[in-house]
C-alpha cells in the first residue's frame, strides 16, 4: 500500500517521553494528534488546554497527546504507547498537516486514522470519536491546485467515513466563520492572517483563544 514511515528516533524527544512517563488519568477526553495540540501548553506561551477545557464541576477533562510533526501512522504506531493506557470515553485524532509532507496521499491517511479508530472501538466500548478535516493555513492562499485537492479530497474522504460511523464525528476545521473575516466562512481568501504565527501554519495565542471555543462547542455534550 505504502512505504511505512515510522521515525524511531522519535522516542528520543523529550516532550513524547515526558508524556509517556506522565501519570495515567483514565476516562477523559483525550487529543491526539499533531503540533496543533502539541503547542496549546505553555511551552509555547499558551495556556494548556487541559486548564482551559474543563468538565462543568471543573474537574479534568482533557488529556493532550500531541505531538509534534506526527503523521496518521505514527498515531498508529504510538498507540498502545499514548492512549490505551488512558482509557479515554473520547478520542480526538488530527492527522493530514504532516502526512503529504512525506508522501502519503488522502486515501491513506484516512486508512490509518480508521485502523485508529478500530483499536479505540475494540478496547474501549461506547468511546466517542472525532475525526479532524484540514485545517485552514495562511500558506494555503498561494499553494498549487494540486495541494488544494488533496486537503479538499482527504477532507471529504474523512467525513465519509465519519458519516459511515455512528460514533464518529467529523471534526469541519474549515467552515468554523470565526477563523474569517466577517461573511467569508468557507473562503480561503478571507482567513484571518492574524491568528497565526509568522510561519503562517501554528495559531498564536489569539488563534487559540477561537480554537478554544471551537472545541469546547464540539465537546459540550461530554463536559
Not at 510533526?69 to 504507547?81: G, Q
Not at 512525506?102 to 479508530?117: D, S, T
Not at 474523512?158 to 466563520?177: G, I, M, N, P, Q
Request: with cysteine; net charge negative; proline share 5%.
Amino acid at each position: 500500500m505504502f512505504e511505512p514511515h515510522i521515525r524511531p528516533n522519535r522516542l528520543e524527544d523529550k516532550y513524547l517521553k515526558d508524556m509517556m512517563a506522565s501519570p495515567v488519568v483514565k476516562g477523559k477526553i483525550l487529543l491526539y494528534g499533531d503540533s496543533d495540540f502539541t503547542r496549546w501548553q505553555p511551552l509555547y506561551g499558551n495556556t494548556s488546554v487541559e486548564e482551559l477545557i474543563r468538565m462543568k464541576d471543573g474537574s479534568q477533562a482533557i488529556v493532550n497527546h500531541g505531538f509534534g510533526t506526527s503523521t496518521a501512522e505514527e498515531l498508529l504506531y504510538y498507540y498502545p504507547m499514548l492512549v490505551r493506557p488512558w482509557e479515554p470515553r473520547a478520542l480526538v485524532l488530527k492527522a493530514y498537516g504532516n502526512d503529504t509532507d512525506v508522501g502519503y496521499c488522502p486515501e491513506e491517511i484516512v486508512a490509518l486514522l480508521a485502523r485508529v479508530c478500530e483499536y479505540a472501538r475494540t478496547d474501549f466500548p461506547g468511546i466517542r470519536l472525532f475525526v479532524c478535516g484540514s485545517k485552514p493555513l495562511v500558506c494555503d492562499k498561494t499553494a498549487k491546485a494540486s495541494a488544494k485537492w488533496s486537503a479538499k479530497e482527504y477532507d471529504r474522504l474523512a467525513k465519509f467515513y465519519c458519516e459511515s460511523h455512528d460514533d464518529a464525528t467529523y471534526v469541519d476545521l474549515r467552515a468554523y466563520a470565526p477563523f474569517y473575516t466577517e461573511g467569508g466562512a468557507g473562503n480561503i481568501d478571507c482567513l484571518r492572517d492574524d491568528l497565526y504565527l509568522k510561519d503562517n501554519v501554528h495559531f498564536n495565542e489569539e488563534g487559540y483563544k477561537i480554537f478554544r471555543t471551537f472545541m469546547t462547542d464540539l465537546l459540550k455534550d461530554l463536559l
